[in-house]
Protein backbone atom coordinates (compact mmCIF):
# COMPACT_ATOMS: atom_id res chain seq x y z
CA UNK A 1 0.00 0.00 0.00
CA UNK A 2 1.38 3.87 -0.64
CA UNK A 3 2.31 5.18 2.36
CA UNK A 4 0.09 8.01 3.48
CA UNK A 5 2.83 10.41 3.04
CA UNK A 6 3.43 9.29 -0.05
CA UNK A 7 -0.07 9.26 -1.35
CA UNK A 8 -0.46 13.05 0.54
CA UNK A 9 2.77 14.34 -1.71
CA UNK A 10 0.72 12.72 -5.28
CA UNK A 11 -2.65 14.52 -4.36
CA UNK A 12 -3.11 18.07 -5.08
CA UNK A 13 -2.71 20.57 -1.83
CA UNK A 14 -5.94 20.65 0.25
CA UNK A 15 -8.89 17.95 0.65
CA UNK A 16 -11.39 19.38 -1.26
CA UNK A 17 -8.96 19.79 -4.44
CA UNK A 18 -7.71 16.45 -3.58
CA UNK A 19 -11.61 15.17 -3.81
CA UNK A 20 -12.40 17.24 -6.97
CA UNK A 21 -9.62 15.51 -9.11
CA UNK A 22 -8.57 12.26 -7.50
CA UNK A 23 -12.01 11.08 -6.46
CA UNK A 24 -15.21 12.76 -8.37
CA UNK A 25 -13.64 11.69 -11.61
CA UNK A 26 -13.20 7.70 -10.92
CA UNK A 27 -16.81 7.68 -8.98
CA UNK A 28 -18.78 9.61 -12.00
CA UNK A 29 -16.94 6.69 -14.20
CA UNK A 30 -18.45 3.86 -12.35
CA UNK A 31 -21.78 5.51 -12.07
CA UNK A 32 -21.97 5.57 -15.69
CA UNK A 33 -20.80 2.27 -15.44
CA UNK A 34 -23.03 0.70 -13.47
CA UNK A 35 -25.92 2.28 -15.61
CA UNK A 36 -24.46 0.36 -18.84
CA UNK A 37 -24.43 -3.00 -16.36
CA UNK A 38 -27.87 -2.69 -15.03
CA UNK A 39 -29.75 -0.99 -18.00
CA UNK A 40 -31.39 -4.44 -19.67
CA UNK A 41 -33.26 -5.18 -16.47
CA UNK A 42 -35.43 -2.37 -17.15
CA UNK A 43 -34.59 -1.93 -21.16
CA UNK A 44 -34.85 -6.22 -21.79
CA UNK A 45 -38.21 -6.13 -22.53
CA UNK A 46 -38.33 -3.31 -24.83
CA UNK A 47 -35.57 -5.19 -26.58
CA UNK A 48 -37.02 -8.43 -26.87
CA UNK A 49 -40.13 -6.94 -27.65
CA UNK A 50 -38.58 -5.44 -30.89
CA UNK A 51 -36.08 -7.88 -31.83
CA UNK A 52 -38.28 -10.58 -30.92
CA UNK A 53 -35.42 -12.61 -28.66
CA UNK A 54 -36.30 -15.13 -26.54
CA UNK A 55 -34.91 -15.82 -22.95
CA UNK A 56 -31.39 -17.38 -23.97
CA UNK A 57 -30.75 -14.78 -26.85
CA UNK A 58 -31.16 -11.95 -24.13
CA UNK A 59 -29.30 -13.87 -21.28
CA UNK A 60 -26.35 -13.87 -23.81
CA UNK A 61 -27.09 -10.44 -25.13
CA UNK A 62 -26.48 -9.27 -21.64
CA UNK A 63 -23.90 -11.70 -20.68
CA UNK A 64 -21.79 -10.33 -23.28
CA UNK A 65 -21.11 -7.44 -21.82
CA UNK A 66 -19.60 -9.23 -18.52
CA UNK A 67 -17.64 -11.80 -20.84
CA UNK A 68 -15.65 -8.98 -22.73
CA UNK A 69 -15.33 -7.28 -19.14
CA UNK A 70 -13.68 -10.32 -18.08
CA UNK A 71 -11.08 -10.64 -20.73
CA UNK A 72 -9.74 -7.41 -20.63
CA UNK A 73 -9.23 -7.54 -16.41
CA UNK A 74 -5.52 -9.05 -16.50
CA UNK A 75 -4.44 -6.52 -18.83
CA UNK A 76 -6.44 -3.56 -17.03
CA UNK A 77 -4.59 -4.60 -14.04
CA UNK A 78 -0.88 -4.52 -15.60
CA UNK A 79 -2.28 -1.39 -17.27
CA UNK A 80 -3.04 0.21 -14.46
CA UNK A 81 0.21 -0.75 -12.31
CA UNK A 82 2.11 0.57 -15.62
CA UNK A 83 0.42 3.59 -16.86
CA UNK A 84 -1.78 4.87 -13.79
CA UNK A 85 -5.46 5.33 -13.61
CA UNK A 86 -5.78 8.44 -15.36
CA UNK A 87 -4.93 7.29 -18.70
CA UNK A 88 -5.98 3.86 -18.92
CA UNK A 89 -9.81 4.63 -17.64
CA UNK A 90 -10.01 7.59 -20.11
CA UNK A 91 -9.15 6.26 -22.70
CA UNK A 92 -11.45 2.75 -21.97
CA UNK A 93 -14.06 5.23 -21.68
CA UNK A 94 -14.11 6.61 -25.04
CA UNK A 95 -14.73 2.85 -25.98
CA UNK A 96 -18.05 2.56 -23.65
CA UNK A 97 -19.35 5.93 -25.62
CA UNK A 98 -18.55 3.79 -28.94
CA UNK A 99 -19.96 0.81 -28.06
CA UNK A 100 -23.24 2.79 -26.57
CA UNK A 101 -23.63 4.15 -29.85
CA UNK A 102 -23.03 0.99 -31.84
CA UNK A 103 -25.86 -1.11 -29.60
CA UNK A 104 -28.31 1.63 -30.08
CA UNK A 105 -27.96 1.31 -34.40
CA UNK A 106 -27.65 -2.73 -33.87
CA UNK A 107 -30.73 -4.34 -35.91
CA UNK A 108 -29.96 -7.62 -34.37
CA UNK A 109 -28.47 -10.40 -32.23
CA UNK A 110 -25.03 -10.02 -34.10
CA UNK A 111 -24.64 -6.07 -33.83
CA UNK A 112 -26.36 -5.88 -30.30
CA UNK A 113 -23.68 -8.24 -29.09
CA UNK A 114 -20.93 -6.29 -29.95
CA UNK A 115 -22.12 -3.16 -29.01
CA UNK A 116 -23.08 -4.66 -25.75
CA UNK A 117 -19.41 -6.26 -25.81
CA UNK A 118 -17.60 -2.76 -26.13
CA UNK A 119 -19.46 -1.15 -23.13
CA UNK A 120 -18.48 -4.14 -21.00
CA UNK A 121 -14.67 -3.54 -22.76
CA UNK A 122 -14.81 0.13 -22.12
CA UNK A 123 -15.75 0.42 -18.49
CA UNK A 124 -13.84 -2.56 -17.70
CA UNK A 125 -11.34 -0.30 -15.42
CA UNK A 126 -14.01 1.80 -13.84
CA UNK A 127 -13.80 0.40 -10.43
CA UNK A 128 -10.43 -0.88 -10.41
CA UNK A 129 -9.03 2.47 -11.77
CA UNK A 130 -11.36 3.85 -8.90
CA UNK A 131 -9.88 1.08 -6.53
CA UNK A 132 -6.09 2.08 -7.95
CA UNK A 133 -6.46 5.55 -7.66
CA UNK A 134 -7.24 5.55 -3.75
CA UNK A 135 -4.28 3.04 -3.06
CA UNK A 136 -2.22 5.98 -4.98
CA UNK A 137 -3.87 8.74 -3.68
CA UNK A 138 -5.73 8.73 -0.10
CA UNK A 139 -4.01 6.76 3.09
CA UNK A 140 -4.10 3.24 3.54
CA UNK A 141 -6.87 3.78 6.64
CA UNK A 142 -9.27 5.04 4.75
CA UNK A 143 -9.47 3.04 1.40
CA UNK A 144 -12.50 0.56 2.87
CA UNK A 145 -14.65 3.78 3.68
CA UNK A 146 -13.39 5.35 -0.02
CA UNK A 147 -13.76 2.19 -1.90
CA UNK A 148 -17.09 2.15 -0.21
CA UNK A 149 -18.35 5.40 -1.08
CA UNK A 150 -17.32 4.08 -4.92
CA UNK A 151 -19.19 1.78 -4.64
CA UNK A 152 -22.53 4.27 -3.52
CA UNK A 153 -21.92 6.29 -6.62
CA UNK A 154 -21.90 2.70 -8.58
CA UNK A 155 -25.29 2.63 -6.45
CA UNK A 156 -26.09 5.59 -7.71
CA UNK A 157 -25.93 4.47 -11.31
CA UNK A 158 -28.16 1.74 -10.26
CA UNK A 159 -30.54 4.08 -9.06
CA UNK A 160 -30.97 5.67 -12.36
CA UNK A 161 -30.84 3.07 -14.50
CA UNK A 162 -34.32 1.77 -12.84
CA UNK A 163 -37.27 4.73 -12.50
CA UNK A 164 -35.42 7.69 -14.12
CA UNK A 165 -34.51 5.46 -17.57
CA UNK A 166 -37.49 3.67 -17.23
CA UNK A 167 -39.29 7.15 -17.82
CA UNK A 168 -36.59 7.70 -20.56
CA UNK A 169 -37.95 4.63 -22.28
CA UNK A 170 -41.19 5.32 -22.13
CA UNK A 171 -40.60 8.81 -23.46
CA UNK A 172 -37.78 8.15 -26.46
CA UNK A 173 -37.42 4.75 -26.86
CA UNK A 174 -34.63 2.43 -25.65
CA UNK A 175 -32.28 3.23 -29.19
CA UNK A 176 -32.51 7.26 -27.69
CA UNK A 177 -31.44 6.33 -24.23
CA UNK A 178 -28.78 4.98 -25.09
CA UNK A 179 -27.48 7.40 -27.58
CA UNK A 180 -28.10 10.13 -24.96
CA UNK A 181 -25.64 7.65 -22.41
CA UNK A 182 -23.00 8.40 -25.19
CA UNK A 183 -22.38 11.89 -24.19
CA UNK A 184 -21.88 11.84 -20.41
CA UNK A 185 -19.35 8.95 -20.92
CA UNK A 186 -17.26 10.76 -23.16
CA UNK A 187 -17.96 14.27 -20.97
CA UNK A 188 -16.29 11.72 -17.88
CA UNK A 189 -13.23 10.34 -20.06
CA UNK A 190 -12.35 13.97 -20.87
CA UNK A 191 -12.91 14.68 -16.86
CA UNK A 192 -10.00 11.88 -15.77
CA UNK A 193 -7.92 12.76 -18.42
CA UNK A 194 -7.57 16.61 -17.92
CA UNK A 195 -8.46 16.59 -13.91
CA UNK A 196 -6.43 13.66 -12.39
CA UNK A 197 -2.80 14.67 -11.75
CA UNK A 198 -0.41 12.24 -12.92
CA UNK A 199 1.61 9.96 -10.73
CA UNK A 200 4.95 12.19 -10.49
CA UNK A 201 6.73 8.32 -10.11
CA UNK A 202 6.24 5.92 -13.13
CA UNK A 203 6.97 2.54 -12.45
CA UNK A 204 8.27 1.68 -15.53
CA UNK A 205 7.56 -2.21 -15.13
CA UNK A 206 8.11 -4.18 -18.49
CA UNK A 207 5.81 -7.00 -19.08
CA UNK A 208 8.03 -9.73 -17.45
CA UNK A 209 7.80 -8.58 -14.10
CA UNK A 210 4.02 -7.29 -14.86
CA UNK A 211 3.27 -11.31 -15.20
CA UNK A 212 5.63 -12.41 -12.67
CA UNK A 213 3.79 -10.26 -10.02
CA UNK A 214 0.53 -11.26 -11.45
CA UNK A 215 1.93 -14.70 -10.41
CA UNK A 216 2.86 -13.89 -6.66
CA UNK A 217 -1.26 -12.56 -6.26
CA UNK A 218 -2.17 -15.97 -8.17
CA UNK A 219 0.12 -18.24 -5.80
CA UNK A 220 -0.64 -16.44 -2.40
CA UNK A 221 -2.57 -18.55 -0.41
CA UNK A 222 -4.75 -15.87 1.17
CA UNK A 223 -5.75 -14.84 -2.44
CA UNK A 224 -7.55 -18.27 -2.44
CA UNK A 225 -8.65 -18.34 0.95
CA UNK A 226 -11.11 -15.72 -0.30
CA UNK A 227 -11.46 -15.66 -4.09
CA UNK A 228 -14.00 -18.84 -4.13
CA UNK A 229 -16.92 -16.73 -2.17
CA UNK A 230 -15.87 -13.10 -3.38
CA UNK A 231 -16.06 -13.96 -6.72
CA UNK A 232 -18.84 -16.32 -6.71
CA UNK A 233 -21.12 -13.86 -4.50
CA UNK A 234 -19.73 -10.73 -6.34
CA UNK A 235 -20.94 -12.39 -10.07
CA UNK A 236 -24.50 -14.33 -8.91
CA UNK A 237 -25.40 -10.53 -7.34
CA UNK A 238 -24.24 -8.42 -10.64
CA UNK A 239 -26.22 -11.27 -12.70
CA UNK A 240 -29.43 -10.84 -10.55
CA UNK A 241 -28.76 -7.17 -10.72
CA UNK A 242 -27.83 -6.85 -14.16
CA UNK A 243 -31.26 -8.87 -15.59
CA UNK A 244 -32.62 -11.60 -13.56
CA UNK A 245 -34.22 -10.16 -10.29
CA UNK A 246 -36.32 -8.07 -12.74
CA UNK A 247 -37.10 -11.43 -14.30
CA UNK A 248 -37.66 -12.98 -11.02
CA UNK A 249 -40.13 -10.03 -9.75
CA UNK A 250 -41.72 -10.27 -13.20
CA UNK A 251 -42.30 -14.30 -13.50
CA UNK A 252 -42.18 -15.62 -10.13
CA UNK A 253 -43.77 -12.78 -7.88
CA UNK A 254 -46.06 -11.63 -10.89
CA UNK A 255 -45.05 -7.87 -10.48
CA UNK A 256 -46.12 -6.21 -13.42
CA UNK A 257 -43.61 -3.71 -15.71
CA UNK A 258 -43.77 -0.14 -13.42
CA UNK A 259 -44.08 -2.09 -10.17
CA UNK A 260 -40.82 -4.14 -11.01
CA UNK A 261 -38.84 -0.71 -11.92
CA UNK A 262 -39.91 0.83 -8.52
CA UNK A 263 -38.70 -2.48 -6.58
CA UNK A 264 -35.10 -2.15 -8.64
CA UNK A 265 -35.16 1.13 -7.38
CA UNK A 266 -35.32 0.27 -3.83
CA UNK A 267 -32.71 -2.33 -4.39
CA UNK A 268 -30.54 0.45 -5.78
CA UNK A 269 -31.46 2.74 -3.03
CA UNK A 270 -30.29 0.50 -0.61
CA UNK A 271 -27.24 -0.41 -1.99
CA UNK A 272 -25.80 2.52 -1.82
CA UNK A 273 -25.63 2.99 2.26
CA UNK A 274 -24.87 -0.53 2.99
CA UNK A 275 -21.51 -0.01 0.53
CA UNK A 276 -20.62 3.40 2.54
CA UNK A 277 -21.49 2.26 5.81
CA UNK A 278 -20.41 -1.43 5.24
CA UNK A 279 -17.03 -0.14 3.60
CA UNK A 280 -16.69 2.01 7.15
CA UNK A 281 -17.75 -0.69 9.24
CA UNK A 282 -15.03 -2.93 8.00
CA UNK A 283 -12.02 -0.22 8.06
CA UNK A 284 -13.13 0.64 11.49
CA UNK A 285 -13.15 -3.38 12.54
CA UNK A 286 -9.68 -3.21 10.78
CA UNK A 287 -8.41 -0.78 12.68
CA UNK A 288 -9.37 -2.72 16.15
CA UNK A 289 -7.45 -5.63 14.92
CA UNK A 290 -9.84 -7.97 13.22
CA UNK A 291 -9.01 -9.90 10.12
CA UNK A 292 -9.87 -9.36 6.64
CA UNK A 293 -10.82 -12.68 5.75
CA UNK A 294 -12.70 -13.05 9.20
CA UNK A 295 -14.89 -9.55 8.44
CA UNK A 296 -15.83 -11.16 5.42
CA UNK A 297 -17.02 -14.29 6.06
CA UNK A 298 -19.36 -12.73 8.12
CA UNK A 299 -21.06 -10.82 5.28
CA UNK A 300 -20.89 -14.33 2.71
CA UNK A 301 -22.82 -16.03 5.70
CA UNK A 302 -25.70 -12.69 5.49
CA UNK A 303 -25.85 -12.67 2.24
CA UNK A 304 -26.47 -16.59 1.79
CA UNK A 305 -29.04 -16.72 4.69
CA UNK A 306 -30.84 -13.74 2.68
CA UNK A 307 -30.75 -16.02 -0.81
CA UNK A 308 -32.36 -18.85 1.52
CA UNK A 309 -35.20 -16.40 2.19
CA UNK A 310 -35.39 -15.56 -0.78
CA UNK A 311 -36.09 -19.02 -2.72
CA UNK A 312 -38.02 -20.27 0.51
CA UNK A 313 -40.75 -17.01 0.33
CA UNK A 314 -40.23 -16.27 -3.22
CA UNK A 315 -43.52 -14.11 -3.13
CA UNK A 316 -41.71 -11.45 -0.54
CA UNK A 317 -40.71 -8.99 -3.12
CA UNK A 318 -38.87 -6.68 -0.04
CA UNK A 319 -36.53 -9.73 0.59
CA UNK A 320 -34.65 -8.06 -2.52
CA UNK A 321 -34.07 -5.49 -0.52
CA UNK A 322 -32.30 -7.53 1.92
CA UNK A 323 -30.28 -8.78 -0.97
CA UNK A 324 -28.83 -5.53 -1.84
CA UNK A 325 -27.94 -5.16 1.61
CA UNK A 326 -26.05 -7.87 2.28
CA UNK A 327 -24.60 -8.50 -1.52
CA UNK A 328 -22.57 -5.05 -1.37
CA UNK A 329 -20.67 -6.91 1.47
CA UNK A 330 -19.17 -8.96 -1.49
CA UNK A 331 -16.83 -6.25 -2.66
CA UNK A 332 -15.51 -5.72 0.47
CA UNK A 333 -13.50 -8.48 -0.73
CA UNK A 334 -11.03 -6.07 -2.78
CA UNK A 335 -10.36 -3.25 0.36
CA UNK A 336 -9.78 -6.50 2.99
CA UNK A 337 -7.16 -8.19 0.23
CA UNK A 338 -5.24 -4.81 -1.03
CA UNK A 339 -3.50 -4.68 2.22
CA UNK A 340 -1.95 -8.17 2.10
CA UNK A 341 0.05 -7.01 -0.89
CA UNK A 342 2.81 -4.49 -1.70
CA UNK A 343 0.89 -1.21 -3.32
CA UNK A 344 2.64 -1.90 -6.72
CA UNK A 345 0.82 -4.99 -6.66
CA UNK A 346 -2.34 -3.17 -6.28
CA UNK A 347 -4.32 -3.51 -9.99
CA UNK A 348 -3.18 -6.70 -10.35
CA UNK A 349 -4.63 -7.71 -7.41
CA UNK A 350 -8.02 -6.46 -7.87
CA UNK A 351 -8.46 -7.28 -11.80
CA UNK A 352 -7.28 -11.21 -10.83
CA UNK A 353 -10.41 -11.11 -8.47
CA UNK A 354 -12.46 -9.09 -10.80
CA UNK A 355 -11.72 -11.56 -13.93
CA UNK A 356 -13.56 -14.67 -11.80
CA UNK A 357 -15.75 -12.57 -11.15
CA UNK A 358 -16.99 -11.37 -14.17
CA UNK A 359 -16.47 -14.77 -15.87
CA UNK A 360 -18.48 -16.38 -13.84
CA UNK A 361 -21.38 -14.09 -14.44
CA UNK A 362 -21.20 -14.48 -17.89
CA UNK A 363 -21.98 -18.25 -17.07
CA UNK A 364 -24.86 -17.54 -14.76
CA UNK A 365 -25.92 -15.09 -16.78
CA UNK A 366 -26.26 -17.23 -19.72
CA UNK A 367 -26.83 -19.93 -17.76
CA UNK A 368 -29.99 -18.79 -16.20
CA UNK A 369 -31.28 -18.25 -19.48
CA UNK A 370 -30.83 -20.79 -20.89
CA UNK A 371 -32.73 -23.19 -17.96
CA UNK A 372 -35.79 -20.36 -17.94
CA UNK A 373 -36.05 -20.51 -21.43
CA UNK A 374 -35.84 -24.49 -21.66
CA UNK A 375 -38.40 -24.83 -18.97
CA UNK A 376 -40.37 -22.10 -20.32
CA UNK A 377 -43.31 -24.56 -22.00
CA UNK A 378 -42.88 -26.79 -19.39
CA UNK A 379 -45.88 -27.45 -16.11
CA UNK A 380 -44.18 -24.67 -13.67
CA UNK A 381 -43.01 -22.36 -16.70
CA UNK A 382 -40.30 -20.32 -16.35
CA UNK A 383 -41.20 -19.91 -12.26
CA UNK A 384 -39.86 -23.87 -12.34
CA UNK A 385 -36.43 -22.52 -14.10
CA UNK A 386 -36.17 -19.46 -11.70
CA UNK A 387 -36.50 -21.49 -8.84
CA UNK A 388 -33.83 -24.53 -10.09
CA UNK A 389 -31.44 -22.03 -11.15
CA UNK A 390 -31.45 -19.59 -7.82
CA UNK A 391 -31.33 -22.94 -5.86
CA UNK A 392 -28.27 -24.04 -7.88
CA UNK A 393 -26.24 -20.96 -7.00
CA UNK A 394 -26.76 -20.85 -3.68
CA UNK A 395 -25.83 -24.83 -2.88
CA UNK A 396 -22.65 -23.54 -4.49
CA UNK A 397 -22.11 -20.20 -2.63
CA UNK A 398 -23.06 -22.00 0.53
CA UNK A 399 -19.91 -24.88 -0.59
CA UNK A 400 -17.68 -21.81 -1.16
CA UNK A 401 -18.51 -20.08 2.35
CA UNK A 402 -18.14 -23.65 4.07
CA UNK A 403 -14.53 -23.36 2.28
CA UNK A 404 -13.80 -20.03 3.52
CA UNK A 405 -14.86 -21.02 7.10
CA UNK A 406 -12.20 -23.46 6.60
CA UNK A 407 -9.19 -21.71 5.38
CA UNK A 408 -9.39 -19.39 7.65
CA UNK A 409 -9.62 -21.42 10.71
CA UNK A 410 -6.39 -23.35 9.47
CA UNK A 411 -4.74 -20.27 8.93
CA UNK A 412 -5.48 -19.33 12.18
CA UNK A 413 -4.32 -22.40 13.42
CA UNK A 414 -0.97 -22.09 11.50
CA UNK A 415 -0.27 -18.44 12.38
CA UNK A 416 -0.33 -18.05 8.49
CA UNK A 417 1.35 -14.91 7.39
CA UNK A 418 -1.30 -14.39 4.26
CA UNK A 419 1.92 -14.95 1.59
Not at 87 to 110: N, P, T, Y
Not at 196 to 222: I, N
Not at 226 to 240: H, K
Not at 325 to 337: K, P, Q, R
Request: net charge positive; with cysteine; aromatic share 10%.
Amino acid sequence: MIPATDAAAERPAGFLRAVLACFAPFAAGYFISFIFRTINAVAGPDIVAELGLDAAQLGLLTGAYFLAFAAMQLPVGMALDRFGPRRVEAALLLVASLGALVFAQADGLGGLTFGRALLGLGVSGCLMGAIKANVMFWPRERLPLLNGLIMGFGGLGAMAAALPIEWLLQASGWRTVFVLLSLPTAAVAALIFFLVPERRSETHTGLVELVRGLGLVYRSRVFWRIAPSAALGQAVFMAYHSLWAGMWLRDVVGLERGAVAAQLSLFAIAMIPSYVFGGAAAGDLLRRGFSGPGIFTWFVAAYVVVQAAILMLPGQPLLWIAYSITGTGMVLSFALLTPSFAPTLAGRVNTALNLQVFIIAFLIQTGVGALVGALADGAGGAVTGHRLAFGGLLALQGAALAWLLWATKAAVDTSEDGR
